[in-house]
């Protein structure tokens, strides 16, 4: 069955828990599976198309055999083709009906086994697609969230931001945040700061550059920071990315810690983290301690007030910080 993104609140999954999620729009995708997991009180597991068919029997044993404690749950499977076609049809011919099934796919074409599949079936299955924003919802919802975080641009600096994004409110959301990291200490941002800031869009992304730093990977890090060019703006904006996500993993870790479980607290994070993150973010819980991430956090607000003190140098100051931090 074909149903459209905005008929989705109007969707039973008590009848229908097979959900195909296809399309370039990942933000949107993004939204309305955090709504899904958000909605109910259950286990959510996240895997890959490719984990999923090289382990199909362990996968199978993991999530079907009926256990007491932990019966009802969610599973997404991302990165979706045809190739999991099969496997579908398996799970569905075994009547499951107290598992949510959802497959995030990239665009499918219209010949797609996977999706006509969906469409076509006569039971209880639904294929949305998720096309990518207009000009106009994404104006919305720039000024909407603008508005909630009582940032105040020109009409000029919002319709850049908009046409920036690549038709994808998720890009559109980073690059407010960027701006809102920028804005910590600042009442006011003018035209020309706002496009310096949203030009790093073009480079490789803060969010890339600072999980490489807390992953240890020095020589990913090494290679971003030679393939761009950071301006002293771009500086504030990446050590107050790294402190945000410094303290998010700190948090993460001491959960873990109450409950021994470093899946169910990934799961549980508040705000969500997406699933091309979660694998990132279990390895940076691995590499770190309450203690160090602590001191890192010191660290932080000390290399911060250097940039601002010596912003002549903020380049070699972040640049020297974010490598002796990844080492």
Known sequence: MILKYFELNRLNLEITNFLLFHGKNEGYKNEEINKITNKFNIKVKNYDEKQVIDNTEEFFVNNLNKSLFDSDKI??????????????????DRNINDIIFILNSDALEK?????????????????????PDNFDTLLRIARQTLREKKILLSSECINVLVSKCASDRKNLLNEIEKI????????????EEVFKIINLSENHSVNELINSCLS???????NILNDNIFSNEDCIVIIRS?????????????????????????????PPIFWKEKNVIRDQMNIWSIKKLKKLIVEINDIEYQIKKNSYNSINLTTNFLLEKSA
């Open 242 to 270: 790294l402190l945000r996500k410094t303290k998010n993993l700190l948090n993460l870790i001491t959960e873990f810690h109450l409950n021994n479980n470093i899946d169910t607290t990934i799961d549980k994070a508040k």
């Open 216 to 222: 240890k990977n020095q020589k990913k890090l090494f």
């Open 180 to 191: 809102e990291l920028y804005l910590k200490d600042k009442k006011k941002i003018n035209n």
């Open 75 to 92: 599973i997404i499977i991302n990165k979706c083709s045809d190739k999991i076609l099969k496997i579908i049809e398996e799970l569905i």
């Open 111 to 131: 010949k797609s086994k996977l999706r006509n599949f969906f469409e076509r079936s006569k039971k209880n299955l639904v294929s949305i697609a998720f096309y």
